[in-house]
């Protein structure tokens, strides 16, 4: 019997989601952990939902002046996110109140 190559976990993993018809909720969900892992405690406190659809993040924010504030940064958190999902092309950030 021919014994193919050891394929590793993580990129069996990656095969599975590339071929799940749940990619794109799986796809989310890394989107709203960055998100998480990249604004500080203030801007997470008062984000109060992240949701994705046709490669635009629509980022739901409590505090006016704060959505103003992260309007004006929006290329740099687009940059960061982008680099924190690869395998996600995002296009634009839309934060709505």
């Known amino acids: 019997m021919n014994n193919p190559e050891p394929i590793l976990i993580h990129q069996l ?3 599975l989601i590339a071929q799940s018809p749940h990619q ?3 796809m989310e969900a890394s989107i709203v952990n960055a998100w998480h ?3 500080p405690a203030p ?3 008062r984000t109060k939902r992240i949701y994705a659809k046709q490669h635009k993040i629509f980022v739901e924010i409590t ?3 704060l959505r103003h504030e992260l ?3 929006k290329q740099s958190i687009l940059e ?5 999902v690869p395998g996600y092309t995002i296009d634009d950030i839309v934060f709505i109140a």
């Open 80 to 84: 960061r996110l982008q680099a924190r």
């Open 71 to 73: 309007q004006n940064a």
């Open 13 to 15: 993993i990656q095969k």
């Open 37 to 39: 892992q990249l604004m």
């Open 43 to 45: 801007v997470n406190k």
């Open 24 to 26: 794109h909720k799986m």
């Open 63 to 65: 505090s006016s002046p």
